[in-house]
């Protein structure tokens, strides 16, 4: 069996995973919405997407802790490969998740309502972030519960002040301003763009999204013992 494979049994083996996964993107569907917006649901899968991939990096962390990548840095096995590995299978996972919802957005709203395709690229490139972002966070703690509450706090809060769990376009223009240094702004933002149909503005969105996932990466692979 392949790292990849194990990697993607492990993440299904944890219950959670399926709820977070296959049942509550189609909870948000029924969120109600202001109108004249897209959908409140959209932006809040920002939030369930976050804590998805924050679950889905539990295995690497769970070994780091346990020590297990020192045994493999004494096998045939590369760290970079190992950790490739369970990023991707993770990464398929979320993936999953996106399509789930973007798909179950098309048949309940119509496809009137936004580019759907725009949408799920949108959501692909927010959810290798987040995922980058989950490493890069659990690289500073050496216990995985203590990690996850204080992350569950400060997620919280950065979906908040960003413009995924309230409408970016009530937020006051300085709070706007102020809160673009946060990584979580980027999909609130591309998704207001989205709403507007400016091309541009979902472009920079997806790229910045993208450069805030590589420097996660840099600072969340690196092999801490």
Same mark, same amino acid.
């Given at each position: 069996?392949?790292?990849?494979?194990?990697?993607?049994?492990?993440?299904?083996?944890?219950?959670?995973?399926?709820?977070?996964?296959?049942?509550?993107?189609?909870?948000?569907?029924?969120?109600?919405?202001?109108?004249?917006?897209?959908?409140?649901?959209?932006?809040?899968?920002?939030?369930?997407?976050?804590?998805?991939? $924050?679950?889905?990096?539990?295995?690497?962390?769970?070994?780091?802790?346990?020590?297990?990548?020192?045994?493999?840095?004494?096998?045939?096995?590369?760290?970079?490969?190992?950790?490739?590995?369970?990023?991707?299978?993770?990464?398929?996972?979320?993936?999953?998740?996106?399509?789930? $919802?973007?798909?179950?957005?098309?048949?309940? $709203?119509?496809?009137?309502?936004?580019?759907?395709?725009?949408?799920?690229?949108?959501?692909?490139?927010?959810?290798?972030?987040?995922?980058?972002?989950?490493?890069?966070?659990?690289?500073?703690?050496?216990?995985?519960?203590?990690? $996850? &509450?204080?992350?569950?706090?400060?997620?919280?809060?950065?979906?908040?002040?960003?413009?995924?769990?309230?409408?970016?376009?009530?937020?006051?223009?300085?709070?706007?301003?102020?809160?673009?240094?946060?990584?979580? /702004? /980027?999909?609130?933002?591309?998704?207001?763009?989205?709403?507007?149909?400016?091309?541009?503005?979902?472009?920079?969105? &997806?790229?910045?999204?993208?450069?805030?996932?590589?420097?996660?990466?840099?600072?969340?692979?690196?092999?801490?013992?």
């Amino acid at each position: 069996m392949t790292i990849f494979m194990f990697a993607l049994q492990q993440n299904l083996k944890q219950k959670i995973s399926l709820l977070l996964l296959l049942v509550l993107p189609l909870v948000l569907l029924f969120i109600p919405s202001m109108s004249g917006s897209l959908p409140m649901g959209f932006s809040l899968f920002g939030l369930l997407n976050l804590y998805s991939a $924050f679950l889905l990096t539990r295995p690497v962390v769970e070994d780091r802790m346990q020590k297990i990548v020192v045994r493999i840095a004494a096998s045939p096995v590369s760290h970079g490969y190992y950790l490739a590995s369970h990023l991707l299978a993770s990464l398929l996972l979320l993936s999953v998740q996106c399509l789930i $919802f973007v798909v179950a957005s098309f048949l309940y $709203f119509g496809p009137g309502q936004t580019n759907y395709l725009v949408l799920f690229l949108l959501y692909f490139s927010y959810s290798a972030m987040v995922l980058s972002f989950s490493l890069a966070w659990n690289s500073m703690f050496r216990s995985y519960t203590t990690s $996850f &509450a204080l992350f569950s706090g400060i997620g919280s809060i950065m979906c908040l002040i960003s413009g995924l769990s309230f409408p970016l376009s009530l937020l006051p223009q300085s709070i706007q301003t102020m809160v673009r240094v946060l990584p979580t /702004y /980027y999909l609130a933002h591309g998704l207001l763009m989205l709403g507007k149909q400016s091309g541009s503005g979902i472009l920079l969105s &997806a790229v910045v999204l993208w450069i805030f996932a590589g420097i996660f990466l840099l600072i969340g692979s690196k092999r801490r013992f």
